[in-house]
């Protein structure tokens, strides 16, 4: 009998504990859901949002994205906590370090999708994992990259140009509500990636609250464009059930803007 997929409904998978090794030393700890009963189709890498406002491997549209994509869509989903971020899955080694130190972090978990042989793999960024895929993630193993809620805070113009030049696929979901960088604005800043897209989504805000679903359909429709979409929103099959209570202490107000400096504020502040 069809069950509703609820928002702590976790889905069949084959999901491995596993740790990544940066270039500088540290290890990172991190979780591979792949497909039960098949091959993956695709590859998600996820990279959080920021860890000093509550993101975290387990961010809820990444938890939901590992929970529910291998069963509904044949894709693998790699998520991570950077350096110095922690989850039930535990902490990561090194502190953050405001988009530096964290271009090993994010080597580290594409070497480790090409190295587990993992099938076109595609970077989903959110918040803070946008700069991170803009900055570090154009990589001849990617294959393109979504970005959820773009602030363009950490990424430069020239990591654009670099984006634009290689012709890779990049989506920006950018909600109409943002509280950093709102739709116009977005296909403006983005005008100089030529493959660019830039997905307005009505209504959204920054955090994707009560909009999972239709972030899950428009990635997929990106990375495995042979699977319908709108995903199905009920299981006929075995189901589990998340705690809801595991992260009572990193609500909604965990996220609330406090001033993190960009690469212009930090070369002002410096002189």
Same mark, same amino acid.
């Given at each position: 009998?069809?069950?509703?997929?609820?928002?702590?409904?976790?889905?069949?998978?084959?999901?491995?504990?596993?740790?990544? #090794?940066?270039?500088?030393?540290?290890?990172?700890?991190?979780?591979?859901?792949?497909?039960?009963?098949?091959?993956?189709?695709?590859?998600?890498?996820?990279? #959080?949002?920021?860890?000093? #406002?509550?993101?975290?491997?387990?961010?809820?549209?990444?938890?939901?994205?590992?929970?529910?994509?291998?069963?509904?869509?044949?894709?693998?989903?790699?998520?991570?906590?950077?350096?110095?971020?922690?989850?039930?899955?535990?902490?990561?080694?090194?502190?953050?370090?405001?988009?530096?130190?964290?271009?090993? *972090?994010?080597? &580290? $978990?594409?070497?480790? &999708?090409?190295?587990?042989?993992? !099938?076109?793999?595609?970077?989903?960024?959110?918040?803070?994992?946008? *700069?991170?895929?803009?900055?570090?993630?154009?990589?001849?193993?990617?294959?393109? $990259?979504?970005?959820?809620?773009? !602030?363009? =805070?950490?990424?430069?113009?020239?990591?654009?140009?670099?984006?634009?030049?290689?012709?890779?696929?990049?989506?920006?979901?950018?909600?109409?509500?943002?509280?950093?960088?709102?739709?116009?604005?977005?296909?403006?800043?983005?005008?100089?990636?030529?493959? &660019?897209?830039?997905?307005?989504? *009505?209504?959204?805000? #920054?955090?994707?609250?009560?909009?999972?679903? =239709?972030?899950?359909?428009?990635?997929?429709?990106?990375?495995?464009?042979?699977?319908?979409?709108?995903? !199905?929103?009920?299981?006929?099959?075995?189901?589990?059930?998340?705690?809801?209570?595991?992260?009572?202490?990193?609500?909604?107000?965990?996220?609330?803007?406090? !001033?993190?400096?960009?690469? $212009?504020?930090?070369? &002002?502040?410096?002189?």
């Amino acid at each position: 009998m069809s069950e509703p997929i609820r928002s702590m409904s976790i889905l069949p998978a084959e999901r491995r504990d596993i740790e990544l #090794h940066t270039a500088d030393g540290l290890t990172l700890v991190g979780e591979l859901a792949l497909p039960a009963d098949r091959p993956p189709v695709a590859t998600l890498v996820c990279l #959080h949002p920021l860890p000093t #406002h509550g993101g975290m491997m387990d961010s809820h549209v990444f938890r939901k994205a590992a929970w529910r994509l291998p069963a509904l869509a044949g894709v693998a989903v790699l998520r991570f906590n950077t350096r110095g971020t922690s989850s039930e899955r535990g902490t990561s080694g090194g502190s953050f370090d405001s988009a530096e130190g964290e271009r090993f *972090d994010v080597a &580290a $978990a594409i070497e480790y &999708a090409e190295f587990a042989e993992l !099938p076109r793999v595609w970077l989903l960024g959110w918040s803070f994992g946008t *700069d991170l895929a803009l900055r570090y993630g154009c990589d001849p193993a990617v294959e393109g $990259a979504i970005l959820l809620s773009p !602030p363009l =805070r950490f990424a430069t113009d020239a990591d654009l140009a670099t984006w634009s030049a290689s012709g890779k696929p990049l989506t920006a979901l950018v909600p109409e509500l943002d509280d950093y960088l709102r739709p116009d604005e977005a296909t403006r800043r983005f005008a100089v990636v030529g493959q &660019a897209e830039v997905v307005g989504v *009505d209504g959204a805000r #920054h955090l994707w609250v009560g909009q999972v679903e =239709r972030v899950l359909d428009e990635v997929v429709r990106r990375v495995a464009p042979q699977v319908t979409v709108p995903l !199905p929103t009920s299981w006929d099959g075995p189901m589990e059930f998340g705690d809801a209570n595991a992260y009572a202490d990193r609500t909604v107000a965990a996220f609330a803007d406090v !001033p993190v400096a960009g690469p $212009a504020q930090r070369q &002002a502040d410096e002189g």
